[in-house]
């Protein structure tokens, strides 16, 4: 098989050659890593090579199909597992994670792990120790974050499919950024054992980004559920997840909203994108309403978000020093700045953004009561490009010199949160909703803009609406399809 054969399937295609011996995980393995050597100079998406020889005797419903995992929250045992930090770079971890696990036993072949930002704590992928990831689309572009190596992997056909998280976007921003489908599951659904029971009070989730609906669904099959020593046993519907592709939502009422507290104005790219999505809906039947206002306080619901973050960064700092003995200067500036202001906010001042998460919830829960689903762009402008996040030289000196005398905890009576709103969130407003509510989110790729850059949409849908996002997904995809789209850089 050539790479343009290649390249024709999705994951679930490429197995099914497997189980009828039309190709072997050999020949699928040398391909993937083919194109690997290919474009990931280019690219920088895979940042470890995980040591990987077919049998030819896996099994599972992915026997055989190439595969790339996160450098964070997704362990193999024996390797480190970096989280984008040189703290922890060359630190091996014992066990597999159990997502890795249960795609291994899907028959899975792993062999590589992806970039991302130090810690996952940006929506770009541009950590100190591996470098920036880059958009396959252009090259000069971001692919997103924090799963941007897995999403650009995917986007320029090294693998159809490839492992994610989301503890604030970092499945969909990528999957938007790079034209895929990326799902975020509902609180709990998917697992972070063994070692941790689950991150930012369940925030975060495992996944994947892929080119089908039907790879998305399938891999959630593979992944979902408890785990004996995890906090959950979740209710899992009755039918598989893959059985909802394919099958009419029904008419939906749907409610659409663009502009947001955080960015008032977004690009024209994105309120084009939902118009794409708007028209496709209307077509096939949909209801859908303009929101006078968003159903919830974004302005808040981002300040709590990023004091939450920041608490949870400062843990992480201090969770890497006790574990490999690193110190400050094994950790980037940006990151020992979040984390101070993390390590500067009370005990009462975090335990009340953690408690104002059921006041968010509580208020689009009142939403979906007169909806199925709520609509928005995934990004307020196009993927920006490679270091256009990068502080000033001045400020990067005022920085170093607050964290080496200590004092940076006093930036946290300045504007410096509204700043970081800003300029960090302005262009992702939209994807925190859906991991401080726990509600389940999906970035589907219904946009090209004029320079031909991937800006995809997202729906929101409430508790346990995973099948109804499938459903939603699949139709979405046989009346625009999407799938044919790689990037094909030379």
Sequence with gaps: MD????????????????????????????????????????????VRDIPAE?????????????????????????????????????????????????????????????????????AISESVVWGPARNPWDLTRTPGGSSGGSAAAVAAGIVPCAGANDGGGSTRIP????????????????????ETAEMMHGAAVQGVVSRTVRDTAAML??????????????????ESFLSNVGVAPGKLRIGVRVPSAINPKPHDEAYAAVASAVRVLTDLGHEVEELPEAPF?????????????????????????????????????????????????????????????????????KFFESYDLLLTPSLATPPPKVGAFDLPMSLQRATDVLLKTRTARLLRYTSILDDMISDNLGWVPYTQL???????????????????LPLGVQFVAPLAGESLLLRLASQLEEALPWADRVALIR
């Design 3 to 46: 790479f343009d054969e290649y390249r024709k399937h999705d994951a679930t295609g490429l197995a099914q050659l497997v189980a009828a011996k039309q190709v072997s995980a050999a020949e699928l393995l040398a391909v993937a890593r083919e194109r690997a050597a290919e474009v990931n100079p280019r690219l920088n998406a895979i």
């Design 54 to 122: 077919p049998s030819g005797e896996e099994t599972g419903p992915f026997a055989g199909v190439p595969f790339l995992i996160k450098d964070l929250g997704q362990d193999y045992a024996g390797l480190p597992t970096s989280n984008g930090s040189r703290s922890l770079s060359r630190h091996p971890v014992a066990e597999h994670s159990t997502v890795v696990q249960r795609w291994l036993d899907a028959g899975l072949v792993i062999f590589g792990k992806t970039n991302l930002p130090e810690f996952g704590a940006k």
């Design 175 to 194: 999957a938007a950024c790079c034209g895929l489908v990326g799902l975020k599951p509902g609180r709990g659904l998917t697992p972070f054992g063994p």
């Design 221 to 238: 099959d593979v992944i979902c559920g408890g785990e004996f020593a995890g906090p959950y046993s979740p209710a899992l519907p009755s």
């Design 297 to 365: 306080d974004d302005a808040a619901l981002a300040r709590d978000f990023l004091l939450t973050w920041f608490v949870n960064l400062a843990w992480k700092v201090a969770d890497a020093k006790r574990v490999s003995g690193a110190p400050d200067v094994a950790f980037e500036r940006d990151t020992l700045l979040m984390a101070a202001l993390g390590r500067a906010t009370s005990p009462v001042d975090y335990v009340d953004a953690v408690q104002r998460r059921h006041e968010h919830t509580r208020r689009l829960s």
């Design 434 to 452: 859906a991991n401080i509510t726990g509600r389940p989110a999906i970035s589907l790729p219904l946009h090209w803009t004029a320079d031909g």
